[in-house]
C-alpha cells in the first residue's frame, strides 16, 4: 500500500472574484481608510474578546419558532443591527433576570 504525501496546501487558493478584487484594489491604493480607525478597532476588539468569552459560558437550547416569528426577529435584529440568534438571548436573559415579563 503506497503512502499519500502531505502536500502543503495553500489555505488561500483560489481565489474567488471578490478577494481578486479586493487585493487589486489595495495594491493600486484605491481602497479608503476608515474614518475614526482606532476607535472602531477598539470596538470589534471588544466584540472579539466579549465573543471569546460568552463561548466558554453559553449553552445550546433548540427551540421549535413559528416561520412568521422567526421572520419577524429576523427583520428587528437587522434594524438593530445585530443578528438575529443574539437578539433571541438577549431577550431570554432578560425574562431570567426579572426585567421583562410576558403576560399569560
Known amino acids: 500500500?503506497?503512502?499519500k504525501k502531505n502536500k502543503?496546501?495553500?489555505i488561500f487558493a483560489p481565489l474567488d472574484r471578490y478577494e481578486e478584487?479586493?487585493?487589486?484594489a489595495i495594491d493600486s491604493n484605491e481602497v479608503a481608510e476608515v474614518p475614526n480607525q482606532d476607535k472602531e478597532m477598539n470596538r470589534y476588539r471588544a466584540y472579539?474578546?466579549?465573543t471569546l468569552n460568552k463561548i466558554k459560558k453559553d449553552k445550546r437550547v433548540t427551540i421549535r419558532v413559528e416561520k412568521k416569528d422567526l421572520e419577524s426577529?429576523?427583520?428587528?435584529?437587522?434594524?438593530t443591527g445585530i443578528p438575529y440568534q443574539t437578539l433571541i438571548a438577549s431577550i431570554l436573559r432578560k425574562f431570567a433576570q426579572g426585567e421583562i415579563s410576558i403576560g399569560v
Open 73 to 79: 426577529i429576523q427583520k428587528k435584529a437587522i434594524k
Open 1 to 3: 500500500m503506497k503512502m
Open 21 to 24: 478584487e479586493l487585493i487589486k
Open 8 to 10: 502543503k496546501r495553500d
Open 48 to 50: 472579539v474578546e466579549y
